[in-house]
C-alpha cells in the first residue's frame, strides 16, 4: 500500500512495499528500453515541432543500496527530482549507494511517425503514453510483453463498440487507414446498416481503436504507413458498429453489439459512448445490462467511458452503460495528471485515464494550470462527420472520456496477454488487476478511483489482493 511522507530518510518519497518484502522499497528491475524513433512531419498547429529526447534514466524513480540487502528501486513523489533524491539519501549512513535507474535500450527501433518529422517525433505528440505525471508509461510495458512472447498484446481481441472502423480492405468509397494492418481485423458487424461491413462513417471508432491497438513500425513500412503508436499494437480487432455517421445509435443496437462481440471471441469490449443523463438505471436500458452481464459470463470485460458532461464540470457518478452491471467505467485525466473537468468520476468509476484536455480546478495543482492538449490519433479529417469520400486522414486530436477508455482497453489487451493475472484470466480479475495496480493522484478527494498505469499493471513481481499496490 502507498504511503506519502518522509519515508525512513526525512525524503518526500513515495514507498511501495512488493511481494512479502517487509522493506518499503521494490526490487531493482533493469529496464529493456525506451524506444528511439525515426519520423515524417505532419502539419498540426499546437503541437511541439521537435522531437522529445529520450531520457537516459527513469524520471521518477531511483535504485538505494541498503547495507546486507539487495539493490531495490525506490519511487519518487510527484515533484521530486531524481538527482534531489539521491542528494538527501547520500546523506544517511545506511544507505550504501543511491543511483538513477538508468534506462538500457534494446535495438527494437520503430519508425512511427508523428507531427515533428524527426527522430522520436510520435512521442511529442503522444504524451498520453509516456511517463509521469500524466502518461501511462508503456514503453518499458512494452518491453515486458516482448519477454512474455506476446508483442503489443498479440493473442487478444478487442472490440470497437462504436461508429466502426476504417478497416483493410477498402469497400467502395471508404479508405483504410494507412496505420493498420490488415492481418488485425476480425469479422465484425454492422447493426446500423445491418450488414457485415463495419465501416467507419463518422471518425470517432477509428481514432478510439487507434489508441487501443495501431500499428508501430519496425524496420521499413510493410504494407502500411507509419504515423503514430498504439498500445495493444499486436491485438486484434473487431469492429461493431452501433453509431450512426453522426455518432449517435440506440440502447438496443448497443446491447445487441455488445452481446454480439462477447459470444464471437472477444476478451475485451471497448464502448466508448453514453447515454442522456436522463438514464439513472438499467429499467430504462434492459437490453444493455443484459448484454453486460452475459457479456461477463462469455469471460469479455467491458471497458466504457464514465461519461463526459456537455457543459460545466463532470459529476461524481458514471452515466450508462459505464454503470451498467459487470462494466468498467473509466475517467479522463489531463495531460500533467489532474482529473478533466468534463470527466464523470467516483461513483461507479472504476479508474482514471489520460483523456485530454482542461482540468477540473477543485482538482488541480500547478503543474495542471496550462494542461490543454488533446489525444491524438489517426483517423479522418472531418468532424463530426464525413464526407461521402471519405479519402482524407490526418493526425486528429480528440478528448474526452472515450479517449480515457481505449488506454484502459489497450493496457487492459496487455495485461491479459502478459499472464501476469493468470493464463485466461476471467473479467473480474483482469479489472481488479487494473485497479489494484494503478497508482495514486494528488490528492485522495477527487483521485480515489486511482490513475492507469500501464508499467505496473504488466509487472510480473507486483501482486494483488487488499489494498491498491
Known sequence: MAARGSGNFGHPLVLRERGPLIAPFMLSIASKSALALAGLGLALIGV????????AYAPDEIVVGIEGE???VQELAPGTSVNGAIAGLERDPAVEFAQ?????????????????GKPGGWTADQWSFLGRPGGIRIERAWDRLLDAGAPGGAGTTVAI??????????????????????AQFVPGIDLVDDDGEPLDENGHGTHVAGTIAEQVTLGQPAGFDDYLTGIAYGARLMPVRVLDRAGAGTAADVGEGILWAARNGADIINVALQFDAAVTGCKQVPTVCRATRKAQRHGALVIA???????????????????????FAVGATTEHG???????????????????????????HAACAGDRRPVLQLSYDCFPTCSETYERFSIRPDLGTSMAAAHASGVAALVRASGVSGADPRPKRLAERLTCTSRPGPTKRFYDDGVLDALRATDPGRKCGGPKS
Request: hydrophobic letters at 40%.
Open 48 to 55: 511541439p515541432a521537435v522531437a522529445a529526447a529520450q531520457p
Open 161 to 182: 463498440v462504436d461508429t466502426g472502423l476504417a478497416y483493410a480492405p477498402a469497400v467502395g468509397s471508404f479508405l483504410p487507414s494507412p496505420d493498420f494492418a490488415p
Open 100 to 116: 538513477p535507474n538508468w534506462i538500457a535500450r534494446t535495438a527494437l527501433t520503430p519508425l512511427d511517425r508523428g507531427t515533428s
Open 338 to 364: 489532474c482529473l478533466a473537468a468534463y470527466s464523470h468520476f467516483r461513483k461507479r468509476t472504476d479508474l482514471l485515464a489520460p483523456g485530454g484536455g482542461e482540468p477540473r480546478p477543485a482538482a488541480s
Open 70 to 72: 539487495p539493490a531495490r
Open 305 to 327: 467511458a464514465a461519461g463526459n458532461a456537455l457543459t460545466g464540470n463532470g459529476k461524481r457518478r458514471a452515466m450508462y452503460p459505464g454503470a451498467a452491471p459487470g462494466v
